[in-house]
Protein backbone atom coordinates (compact mmCIF):
# COMPACT_ATOMS: atom_id res chain seq x y z
CA UNK A 1 0.00 0.00 0.00
CA UNK A 2 1.51 2.88 -0.70
CA UNK A 3 1.81 5.70 1.52
CA UNK A 4 0.18 9.34 0.57
CA UNK A 5 1.80 11.65 2.83
CA UNK A 6 4.41 13.19 0.47
CA UNK A 7 6.71 13.70 3.73
CA UNK A 8 6.83 9.60 4.27
CA UNK A 9 8.58 6.75 2.63
CA UNK A 10 6.98 5.45 -0.16
CA UNK A 11 5.80 2.57 1.67
CA UNK A 12 4.26 2.32 5.25
CA UNK A 13 5.58 -0.95 5.79
CA UNK A 14 8.74 -2.58 4.41
CA UNK A 15 7.14 -5.79 3.47
CA UNK A 16 4.69 -3.97 1.19
CA UNK A 17 7.85 -3.01 -1.35
CA UNK A 18 8.39 -5.05 -3.97
CA UNK A 19 11.49 -4.41 -4.48
CA UNK A 20 12.68 -4.96 -0.71
CA UNK A 21 15.61 -7.47 -0.43
CA UNK A 22 15.16 -10.62 1.81
CA UNK A 23 17.46 -13.11 3.09
CA UNK A 24 18.13 -16.05 0.88
CA UNK A 25 19.48 -18.93 2.49
CA UNK A 26 19.61 -21.33 -1.09
CA UNK A 27 21.87 -18.17 -2.29
CA UNK A 28 23.94 -18.23 1.00
CA UNK A 29 24.47 -22.22 0.70
CA UNK A 30 25.17 -22.30 -3.29
CA UNK A 31 27.59 -19.39 -3.08
CA UNK A 32 29.90 -21.54 -0.13
CA UNK A 33 29.51 -24.48 -2.15
CA UNK A 34 30.42 -22.46 -5.24
CA UNK A 35 33.77 -20.88 -3.29
CA UNK A 36 34.76 -24.70 -2.09
CA UNK A 37 34.28 -26.41 -5.03
CA UNK A 38 35.94 -23.79 -7.19
CA UNK A 39 39.17 -23.88 -5.11
CA UNK A 40 38.98 -27.39 -3.15
CA UNK A 41 42.94 -27.44 -3.31
CA UNK A 42 43.09 -24.14 -1.45
CA UNK A 43 40.66 -24.42 0.67
CA UNK A 44 41.44 -27.63 2.20
CA UNK A 45 45.22 -27.19 2.63
CA UNK A 46 44.25 -24.28 4.78
CA UNK A 47 41.79 -26.25 6.87
CA UNK A 48 44.71 -28.94 6.84
CA UNK A 49 47.34 -26.79 8.26
CA UNK A 50 44.79 -24.93 10.68
CA UNK A 51 42.27 -27.60 11.48
CA UNK A 52 42.82 -31.17 10.15
CA UNK A 53 46.98 -32.03 11.38
CA UNK A 54 46.36 -30.05 14.74
CA UNK A 55 42.96 -32.33 15.71
CA UNK A 56 45.01 -35.57 14.72
CA UNK A 57 47.39 -34.43 17.33
CA UNK A 58 44.82 -33.87 20.06
CA UNK A 59 43.17 -37.57 18.90
CA UNK A 60 46.33 -39.33 19.39
CA UNK A 61 46.78 -37.98 23.15
CA UNK A 62 45.89 -41.73 24.60
CA UNK A 63 49.02 -43.11 23.19
CA UNK A 64 51.09 -40.56 23.62
CA UNK A 65 49.70 -41.03 27.58
CA UNK A 66 50.19 -44.29 26.71
CA UNK A 67 46.88 -45.51 27.67
CA UNK A 68 46.24 -46.30 24.37
CA UNK A 69 45.63 -49.73 25.52
CA UNK A 70 42.53 -48.98 27.77
CA UNK A 71 42.30 -47.64 31.23
CA UNK A 72 39.45 -48.09 34.52
CA UNK A 73 38.22 -44.97 34.90
CA UNK A 74 36.40 -46.87 38.23
CA UNK A 75 39.81 -47.20 39.37
CA UNK A 76 40.98 -44.28 41.61
CA UNK A 77 44.70 -44.86 40.84
CA UNK A 78 44.60 -45.50 36.75
CA UNK A 79 46.03 -41.98 36.90
CA UNK A 80 49.46 -42.84 39.31
CA UNK A 81 51.24 -44.30 36.50
CA UNK A 82 51.16 -41.21 34.60
CA UNK A 83 53.92 -38.34 34.20
CA UNK A 84 51.55 -35.17 34.92
CA UNK A 85 54.26 -33.15 35.69
CA UNK A 86 56.10 -33.75 32.13
CA UNK A 87 52.31 -33.43 30.60
CA UNK A 88 50.39 -30.43 31.92
CA UNK A 89 53.41 -27.53 30.09
CA UNK A 90 53.44 -29.26 27.14
CA UNK A 91 49.47 -29.85 27.19
CA UNK A 92 49.34 -26.11 27.92
CA UNK A 93 51.68 -24.80 25.11
CA UNK A 94 50.21 -27.03 22.40
CA UNK A 95 46.58 -25.72 23.21
CA UNK A 96 47.80 -22.09 23.28
CA UNK A 97 49.59 -22.98 19.71
CA UNK A 98 46.29 -24.22 18.42
CA UNK A 99 44.38 -21.29 19.36
CA UNK A 100 46.89 -18.77 17.66
CA UNK A 101 46.63 -21.01 14.14
CA UNK A 102 42.97 -21.29 14.62
CA UNK A 103 42.60 -17.29 14.61
CA UNK A 104 45.24 -16.82 11.59
CA UNK A 105 43.57 -19.83 9.71
CA UNK A 106 39.81 -17.91 10.32
CA UNK A 107 41.20 -14.51 9.17
CA UNK A 108 42.96 -16.47 6.12
CA UNK A 109 39.80 -18.10 5.36
CA UNK A 110 37.31 -15.09 5.10
CA UNK A 111 40.17 -13.35 2.86
CA UNK A 112 39.67 -16.63 0.73
CA UNK A 113 36.48 -16.91 0.61
CA UNK A 114 35.75 -13.31 -0.42
CA UNK A 115 38.33 -13.11 -3.26
CA UNK A 116 36.47 -17.03 -4.19
CA UNK A 117 33.17 -15.30 -4.37
CA UNK A 118 34.31 -12.33 -6.53
CA UNK A 119 36.26 -15.00 -8.72
CA UNK A 120 39.96 -14.10 -8.03
CA UNK A 121 42.16 -15.40 -7.48
CA UNK A 122 42.36 -17.65 -4.76
CA UNK A 123 46.41 -18.30 -2.88
CA UNK A 124 46.98 -19.75 0.17
CA UNK A 125 50.25 -17.66 0.87
CA UNK A 126 48.26 -14.21 0.26
CA UNK A 127 45.39 -15.56 2.87
CA UNK A 128 47.96 -16.83 5.70
CA UNK A 129 49.85 -13.09 5.10
CA UNK A 130 46.53 -11.37 5.92
CA UNK A 131 45.64 -13.91 9.00
CA UNK A 132 49.61 -13.22 10.21
CA UNK A 133 48.81 -9.28 9.94
CA UNK A 134 45.83 -8.77 11.26
CA UNK A 135 46.85 -11.67 14.00
CA UNK A 136 46.21 -9.50 16.84
CA UNK A 137 43.36 -7.89 16.40
CA UNK A 138 41.93 -11.26 15.45
CA UNK A 139 43.01 -11.99 19.03
CA UNK A 140 41.69 -8.78 20.42
CA UNK A 141 38.08 -9.75 18.89
CA UNK A 142 38.26 -12.92 19.96
CA UNK A 143 39.02 -12.13 23.85
CA UNK A 144 36.92 -9.15 23.73
CA UNK A 145 34.18 -11.67 22.35
CA UNK A 146 34.61 -14.36 24.73
CA UNK A 147 34.62 -12.22 28.03
CA UNK A 148 31.27 -11.22 27.24
CA UNK A 149 29.39 -13.57 26.22
CA UNK A 150 31.36 -15.70 29.32
CA UNK A 151 29.36 -12.10 31.52
CA UNK A 152 26.21 -12.65 29.34
CA UNK A 153 25.40 -16.49 30.01
CA UNK A 154 26.35 -16.21 33.54
CA UNK A 155 23.30 -13.36 34.01
CA UNK A 156 20.71 -16.13 32.87
CA UNK A 157 22.05 -17.41 29.56
CA UNK A 158 20.27 -15.07 27.70
CA UNK A 159 21.89 -12.35 27.11
CA UNK A 160 25.24 -14.68 26.28
CA UNK A 161 23.26 -15.75 23.28
CA UNK A 162 22.48 -12.88 21.61
CA UNK A 163 26.31 -11.32 22.15
CA UNK A 164 27.21 -14.83 20.37
CA UNK A 165 25.42 -14.36 17.35
CA UNK A 166 25.37 -10.46 17.37
CA UNK A 167 29.30 -10.48 17.31
CA UNK A 168 29.25 -13.66 15.32
CA UNK A 169 30.39 -11.64 12.05
CA UNK A 170 33.48 -9.42 13.61
CA UNK A 171 36.01 -11.27 12.22
CA UNK A 172 34.43 -10.83 8.49
CA UNK A 173 34.22 -7.32 9.33
CA UNK A 174 37.83 -6.49 10.33
CA UNK A 175 39.07 -8.19 7.81
CA UNK A 176 36.88 -7.12 5.37
CA UNK A 177 36.08 -3.22 6.40
CA UNK A 178 39.17 -2.92 8.59
CA UNK A 179 38.97 -0.32 11.66
CA UNK A 180 39.43 -0.95 15.20
CA UNK A 181 38.67 -4.22 17.36
CA UNK A 182 35.95 -2.90 18.90
CA UNK A 183 34.43 -1.06 16.16
CA UNK A 184 34.62 -4.74 14.38
CA UNK A 185 32.62 -6.02 17.35
CA UNK A 186 29.92 -2.34 17.05
CA UNK A 187 29.50 -2.87 13.24
CA UNK A 188 28.80 -6.92 13.98
CA UNK A 189 26.41 -6.25 16.39
CA UNK A 190 24.51 -3.30 13.57
CA UNK A 191 24.64 -6.15 11.10
CA UNK A 192 23.34 -8.69 13.11
CA UNK A 193 20.15 -6.42 14.43
CA UNK A 194 16.78 -8.23 12.83
CA UNK A 195 19.30 -11.40 11.04
CA UNK A 196 20.49 -13.45 14.27
CA UNK A 197 18.03 -16.11 13.76
CA UNK A 198 19.38 -16.27 9.78
CA UNK A 199 23.13 -17.03 11.23
CA UNK A 200 21.85 -19.27 13.94
CA UNK A 201 20.13 -21.09 10.89
CA UNK A 202 22.93 -20.93 8.49
CA UNK A 203 25.13 -22.53 11.61
CA UNK A 204 22.69 -25.28 12.17
CA UNK A 205 22.58 -26.04 8.25
CA UNK A 206 26.55 -26.03 8.12
CA UNK A 207 26.91 -27.49 10.82
CA UNK A 208 24.61 -30.42 9.83
CA UNK A 209 26.15 -30.63 6.45
CA UNK A 210 29.78 -30.83 8.22
CA UNK A 211 28.38 -33.91 10.06
CA UNK A 212 26.98 -35.62 7.09
CA UNK A 213 30.06 -35.74 4.82
CA UNK A 214 32.07 -35.62 8.09
CA UNK A 215 30.36 -39.33 8.28
CA UNK A 216 32.52 -40.10 5.27
CA UNK A 217 35.86 -40.50 7.23
CA UNK A 218 34.51 -41.11 10.53
CA UNK A 219 32.29 -44.42 9.42
CA UNK A 220 35.55 -46.23 8.17
CA UNK A 221 37.13 -46.13 11.85
CA UNK A 222 34.39 -48.53 13.08
CA UNK A 223 36.36 -50.86 11.56
CA UNK A 224 39.03 -50.70 13.71
CA UNK A 225 36.87 -50.09 16.74
CA UNK A 226 34.77 -47.96 18.70
CA UNK A 227 35.75 -44.59 20.15
CA UNK A 228 33.74 -44.36 22.60
CA UNK A 229 34.69 -47.77 24.67
CA UNK A 230 38.49 -47.95 23.06
CA UNK A 231 39.25 -45.91 26.25
CA UNK A 232 38.06 -47.95 28.88
CA UNK A 233 38.06 -51.50 26.76
CA UNK A 234 41.53 -50.78 25.15
CA UNK A 235 42.49 -49.80 21.50
CA UNK A 236 44.99 -50.88 19.38
CA UNK A 237 47.53 -48.25 17.58
CA UNK A 238 45.88 -48.65 14.09
CA UNK A 239 42.60 -47.75 15.84
CA UNK A 240 43.99 -44.62 17.32
CA UNK A 241 45.84 -43.52 13.97
CA UNK A 242 42.67 -44.39 12.19
CA UNK A 243 40.52 -42.32 14.93
CA UNK A 244 42.87 -39.34 14.44
CA UNK A 245 43.15 -39.22 10.96
CA UNK A 246 39.61 -39.31 10.09
CA UNK A 247 38.36 -36.88 13.17
CA UNK A 248 41.29 -35.00 11.41
CA UNK A 249 39.52 -35.42 7.88
CA UNK A 250 35.79 -34.31 9.24
CA UNK A 251 37.41 -31.48 11.31
CA UNK A 252 38.64 -29.91 7.83
CA UNK A 253 34.94 -30.20 5.98
CA UNK A 254 33.61 -28.88 9.27
CA UNK A 255 35.92 -25.72 9.50
CA UNK A 256 35.64 -25.03 5.71
CA UNK A 257 31.75 -25.20 5.96
CA UNK A 258 31.65 -23.13 8.78
CA UNK A 259 33.60 -20.34 8.31
CA UNK A 260 33.25 -19.93 4.38
CA UNK A 261 29.62 -20.00 5.46
CA UNK A 262 29.71 -17.09 7.71
CA UNK A 263 31.59 -14.99 5.56
CA UNK A 264 28.87 -16.00 2.74
CA UNK A 265 26.28 -14.83 5.51
CA UNK A 266 27.93 -11.83 6.18
CA UNK A 267 27.83 -10.83 2.38
CA UNK A 268 24.29 -11.87 2.48
CA UNK A 269 23.20 -9.68 5.19
CA UNK A 270 24.89 -6.83 3.66
CA UNK A 271 23.14 -7.24 0.35
CA UNK A 272 20.19 -6.81 1.78
CA UNK A 273 20.77 -4.34 4.20
CA UNK A 274 22.82 -2.28 2.23
CA UNK A 275 22.73 -3.57 -1.15
CA UNK A 276 26.22 -4.28 -1.08
CA UNK A 277 26.40 -7.11 -3.47
CA UNK A 278 29.36 -9.13 -3.61
CA UNK A 279 30.95 -8.37 -6.85
CA UNK A 280 30.50 -4.71 -5.54
CA UNK A 281 32.82 -5.08 -2.60
CA UNK A 282 36.16 -3.10 -2.25
CA UNK A 283 39.08 -5.11 -2.17
CA UNK A 284 40.00 -7.15 0.90
CA UNK A 285 43.14 -4.41 1.85
CA UNK A 286 41.92 -1.41 3.46
Known amino acids: MTNLDPGAPEY ?12 DVGRVVSRTFKALRNNPVQF ?3 TLIGSGIPVMLFSLWPLLLGMGEGINMYDPTWAEDIEWEGIVGPAIAAYLLFIIITIIMYG ?14 VQVGASLRTGLRLFFPLLGISILAMLGIMVGFMLLIIPGI ?3 FGWMLATQVRVIEGGTVTGALS ?10 RWILLMLIIFSVLGMVIGLVFTLPVLFFGNAQTALLEGGSTSFWIANAIGSGLAQMVSAALTYVGLTATYLE ?7 VDVDRLADIFN
Open 12 to 23: EYDWQNPDKKSF
Open 44 to 46: LLL
Open 108 to 121: ALVQMSVDALNDRD
Open 162 to 164: FLL
Open 187 to 196: RSWNLSKGYK
Open 269 to 275: IRRVKEG
